[in-house]
């Protein structure tokens, strides 16, 4: 449907406009931390000054988010109201979920308010005046009355349970957390499971679904180096030479190195490495692994309550899933075997 394609793609261009926001700021915090402790913001100097920066970098990221889902809706006119939108949603307490809302509120109504006649003398002032103005407000007065205060519940509903969460819900929730990182790879399935994660150490201060997040992105690649090591019969040449790539990408959780190999042999591929990122998000989980940084992989290793775990997690996952790979990907001759025997066989049954 081609509205859902469209949805999708508002959607992913408000988070990629996002992202410069959200990583500077979560890994700021996270120094500061370190620097000053937990309760650095209490304090004055260099840490506290780090945390006051990194929190003014994540105090705009849900208006970037909403401004520029607008945008990709209704282009320029849509990026106030948007904006505007995602701050209220900020300050309110309606987190990721009344930005998003925010944002497509903003960018349909300002493209509806666009398609309106207007005389011509003041159709040059449209676009910086009226529509701003008349969309700004509508979207502001929506989210403060009527869209923000039962988004603001949920969230805080959520968090609630998520900070009340027993060994088993933990494990459950690392499970799922870790399948959706991996079922697309990157894509609205894998965002979902980063917003959920972003919102609650946003809203929360639980920076445990963030460390199952970064895990369940890190092990597809991971999975796929590790099992094109172990069973060279089961992969081309051309395919093994992205092993370093895919070590490359599992360090820097860029989880899209393994798309390729998932589009090639998805049958396969696909339900090896979910198995691999359920895991381990869920080991993650159950030890309460943190990550106080919304992006880095290894490299903000340090920034984890628990690094030995943390780092366990990853490699746990990638060898169970490369174990599942191996298991069930057939040696290349035998696929070959079986793709040349499937015509034949067709024939005669016909």
């Excluded at 997690?313 to 040696?331: E, F, Q, T, W, Y």
Aim: hydrophobic residues 55%; proline residues 6%.
């Amino acid at each position: 449907m081609q509205f859902l394609k469209d949805l999708q793609k508002h959607l992913l261009t408000g988070v990629s406009y996002m992202i410069p926001f959200v990583v500077p700021g979560g890994i700021l915090i996270a120094i500061s931390f370190m620097i000053g402790g937990i309760h650095v913001m209490e304090t004055q100097g260099f840490g506290a000054e780090l945390f006051n920066l990194g929190q003014d970098a994540f105090g705009l990221m849900v208006g970037a988010l909403a401004g520029y889902i607008a945008y990709s809706i209704s282009d320029r006119p849509g990026i106030a109201p948007g904006f505007v939108g995602g701050m209220v949603a900020t300050r309110i307490g309606a987190g990721f979920i009344g930005g998003i809302i925010a944002g497509l509120l903003a960018g349909y109504l300002v493209e509806g308010i666009k398609n309106i006649k207007v005389p011509q003398m003041i159709r040059s002032l449209e676009s910086v005046l009226f529509i701003p103005l008349i969309a700004t407000t509508i979207v502001g007065v929506l989210m403060i009355y009527f869209i923000g205060p039962p988004v603001k519940w949920l969230n805080e509903a959520m968090s609630t349970f998520l900070n009340n969460l027993g060994m088993g819900s933990a494990i459950l929730l690392g499970l799922a957390i870790g399948a959706m990182m991996a079922f697309d790879m990157g894509g609205p399935v894998n965002k979902a499971a980063y917003f959920f994660a972003l919102g609650v150490a946003q809203t929360a201060n639980n920076w445990v679904p963030m460390a199952a997040v970064f895990v369940g992105g890190m092990v597809p690649p991971l999975v796929l180096a590790l099992a094109m090591l172990i069973a060279k019969k089961k992969f081309t040449e051309e395919e093994r030479a992205g092993i370093p790539g895919c070590f490359v990408g599992a360090a820097s959780l860029i989880t899209e190195f393994a798309i390729p190999y998932a589009a090639g042999d998805p049958v396969h591929v696909i339900p090896s490495i979910m198995v691999g990122s359920a895991v381990g998000g869920a080991v993650s989980m159950a030890f309460r692994v943190t990550m106080m940084a919304p992006h880095g992989g290894l490299f903000v290793f340090a920034l984890s309550n628990n690094p030995i775990m943390y780092i366990l997690s990853i490699i746990i996952g990638g060898i169970v899933g490369a174990g599942v790979l191996v298991l069930i990907k057939p040696d290349l001759a035998q696929e070959d075997a079986d793709s040349a025997v499937q015509p034949q066989q067709q024939v005669v049954i016909s």
